[in-house]
């Protein structure tokens, strides 16, 4: 039979263009390279904890409209994502609010905050931060940049912050209130029972083959292709590789109830060999004898291990548009996702891509 979308990928952007295909009537087959669904969104249940196998993922969300999407396909926790950030023997709350500010100056008010990030900054004069490091300094000062950023940074990068673009540190909310709340967004939990299952239920009733490579898939007759890997692969990096970082866990089954007491302790001293460690079952209260945690590593990608996070500066963006403009002279080929499109995607917009592209080839 003759399929009407091939996509490549079970992750959120595949899941959620093929459940909207297949609503719409549309015949698809889904594969993906792994021995299972979910992308890196995939959990696997350990004691009855749902272990986040590719790295915490936290869904929040200011779009109503995709809060009820994901919400069709499981039931949301609380959960409100609050880390710890931990530099040699001292110990901050993130994001970077008045809790920081007041522990790392001991101060009480927002004026005494804005004073002292002002004095740390005036011989700067930052107009327009240019990276990473003028943007995060102009906004928190050198203190909290040397102790919060500047290690975590670099480790999580492999890069100087001064190559990095600003946007990164854009991600996260700085605030002169109490509040410890990482994301501003309205809509904010964590599935119950997890991920994978949310992503089954996407893709009930389509047909998924695991463990299957694209490149050397023979047999397999499409209208369209729905391409949610990596966009230079595709074009077997004919401009040349784009650079990716990947992660790796060091994951330990511990015989305590709480290791320690939050799902995400950062590690921001460059010494750490690690970035963060992450403690499952806090994201859904786990009540268990027994706990998981992870250790995430940061490193360089290379083929052969898995790209988690695109690169976006200037010269990958460059290159990128040189792929993107391949990918758009093809008629029967939709790119979608973090690295179809080369984006530092939330699952969130990556749900907004996946249905705008619903909406235009649908
Ligand atoms: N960041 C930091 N210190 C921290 C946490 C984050 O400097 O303790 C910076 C770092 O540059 C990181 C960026 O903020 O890459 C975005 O962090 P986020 O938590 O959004 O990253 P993700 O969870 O996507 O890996």
Not at 72 to 96: G, S, T
Not at 110 to 132: C, F, R, Y
Not at 275 to 286: A, L, M, P, S, V
Not at 292 to 321: A, C, F, K, Q, T
């Amino acid at each position: 039979m003759k399929y009407d979308f091939l996509i490549v990928g079970a992750g959120l952007f595949g899941a959620a263009f093929a459940h909207e295909a297949k609503k719409k009537g549309k015949s698809c087959l889904v594969i993906d390279r792994r021995d299972h669904i979910g992308g890196n969104v995939y959990t696997e249940e350990i004691d009855g904890i749902q272990v986040h196998k590719y790295g915490a993922h936290i869904f929040h969300t200011s779009n109503r409209k995709i809060w009820e999407y994901v919400n069709q396909f499981a039931e949301f926790n609380q959960y409100v994502n609050a880390p710890i950030a931990v530099y040699k023997d001292e110990l901050y709350n993130l994001p970077f609010n008045m809790n920081t500010f007041s522990k790392m100056w001991n101060i009480r008010t927002p004026e005494e905050a804005k004073e002292i990030i002002a004095k740390q900054i005036a011989n700067l004069d930052i107009q327009e931060p240019q990276n990473l490091e003028e943007q995060a300094l102009s906004l928190v000062g050198r203190d909290v940049y040397e102790k919060l950023i500047k290690g975590y940074t670099e480790k999580q990068w492999g890069r100087d912050c001064k190559e990095l673009p600003a946007f990164i540190i854009k991600r996260l909310p700085l605030r002169f209130t109490y509040d410890n709340n990482y994301f501003n967004d309205r809509y904010q939990g964590i599935p119950i029972g997890g991920y994978t299952r949310l992503v089954e239920r996407m893709l009930e009733h389509i047909p998924v083959r695991l463990n299957t490579d694209f490149f050397t898939l023979e047999d397999v007759a499409y209208d369209r292709l729905i391409f949610t890997g990596q966009i230079d692969e595709y074009y077997r990096y004919q401009f040349g590789p784009l650079q990716y970082r990947s992660v790796y866990f060091e994951t330990e089954r511990l015989e305590c109830e709480n290791y320690q007491g939050n799902a995400v302790v950062n590690y921001t001293q460059r010494e750490v060999p690690y970035t963060r460690i992450i403690e499952h079952k806090h994201f859904e209260f786990g009540k268990q004898p027994v706990t998981i945690i992870s250790r995430e590593y940061s490193r360089e990608w290379e083929p052969g291990v898995e790209p988690y996070y695109p690169v976006n500066n200037e010269e990958n963006d460059g290159l990128y548009e040189r792929y993107r403009q391949l990918g758009k002279a093809e008629e029967r080929v939709v790119f979608g996702g973090r690295l179809g499109q080369y984006k530092y995607y939330d699952m969130d917009k990556v749900l907004e891509a996946a249905l705008a592209a619903a909406e235009q080839y649908l």
